[in-house]
């Protein structure tokens, strides 16, 4: 019975009180709609004001929740389908019926795998300089995976321009 008393006079004293201000016990009273989420969302922001660019680009590039992340990550997302889609319809066979030529696809494809690249070149590179601990992050999994999904358009790239016919290189991929 003292419970529920306690309880009561609590709730009564907590609908004469206005909603966000702060109690002399530091409480601060807020809408019962209120959620969780929505609260650690106003702390991240209070947080995010006190950082520095760099740190504000890292929590950006991780994924806080803000509007500016989730830009960011549809963007990469987009990217990443705009890649794969590229990549199926540049090797999708011509409904020509084959030849003595082999199948080239249209430069359109060359056009979008460039774009998709140097997005993922961005964002990689962006992604180590602002990460707290570079070493840590270039190691991590899924960041070796970008790495390697990265590097064979420049190791193509630089053997181009140093001479070297990339063409063979294709078949050594499988493609």
């Not at 002399?24 to 650690?40: A, K, R």
């Not at 319809?89 to 774009?115: C, R």
């Not at 998709?116 to 992604?127: A, H, N, P, S």
């Amino acid at each position: 019975m003292n419970n529920i008393n306690e309880f009561l006079r609590n709730y009564e004293t907590r609908d004469s009180t206005l909603i966000g201000e702060e109690q002399p016990n530091g409480n601060l009273i807020v809408n019962e709609s209120d959620s969780l989420d929505d609260l650690s969302n106003t702390s991240k922001k209070r947080s995010l004001e006190n950082l520095t660019l760099r740190e504000k680009i890292y929590a950006i590039t991780e994924g806080d929740g803000t509007i500016c992340s989730l830009i960011f990550t549809s963007l990469s997302i987009g990217f990443v389908l705009i890649s794969v889609l590229g990549l199926v319809l540049g090797k999708a066979p011509s409904p020509i019926p084959p030849g003595p030529e082999m199948f080239e696809p249209h430069p359109f494809f060359d056009y979008v795998e460039t774009t998709c690249i140097v997005w993922f070149t961005i964002e990689y590179c962006l992604r180590i300089f602002v990460a707290p601990k570079k070493i840590s992050f270039v190691f991590e999994l899924l960041n070796i995976v970008d790495l390697i999904a990265i590097l064979p358009f420049y190791l193509e790239l630089s053997l181009t321009i140093f001479g070297f016919d990339s063409s063979s290189l294709k078949n050594v991929q499988g493609l």
